[in-house]
């Protein structure tokens, strides 16, 4: 028998946790745990000392998992971060050289900030450049 959890685009950490809460037949290991203690367990890239940035916001990949009775909540989060860290270090590899970004942390909040400005694929393109070219002129 196996069940699934569908996370998409633009859904708060919160909601996702929501979710698992809500999942049938998933092993809960996570209710008692702060954002941080999960964002330590997923192994996120450490990102400073500061505990706002260990937030766990932007660094799962939403899509449907498939999970079957007795699997974990760290186990789907875990999927979604490690498919999240692979498409960062794809897409990082694959820039353009001259883009004005330190890391792949840097990229992500770039990628955040364009899919807050607009939610239609076909604009985000142009939305992006725009926030490249200030930050290319230091603005």
Do not use: C
């Not at 569908?6 to 909601?15: A, H, L, S, Y």
């Amino acid at each position: 028998m196996q069940f699934n959890v569908k996370w998409i685009e633009g859904k708060t950490f919160k909601d996702w946790r929501k979710d698992l809460e809500n999942a049938p037949h998933l092993v809960q290991t996570l209710k008692d745990k702060s954002n941080e203690e999960i964002f330590s367990l997923l192994d996120l890239p450490d990102v400073g000392q500061n505990l706002e940035l260990k937030n766990v916001e932007g660094w799962l990949y939403p899509d449907t998992y498939n999970y079957t009775p007795k699997s974990t909540d760290l186990e789907l989060l875990k999927r979604s971060a490690e498919r999240m860290k692979k498409a960062l270090n794809k897409a990082w590899n694959e820039r353009d050289d001259d883009l004005p970004l330190a890391n792949h942390y840097e990229m992500l909040i770039l990628a955040s900030i364009v899919e807050k400005e607009t939610g239609i694929a076909n604009e985000r393109a142009k939305v992006a450049s725009v926030f490249l070219n200030r930050l290319k002129a230091k603005m």
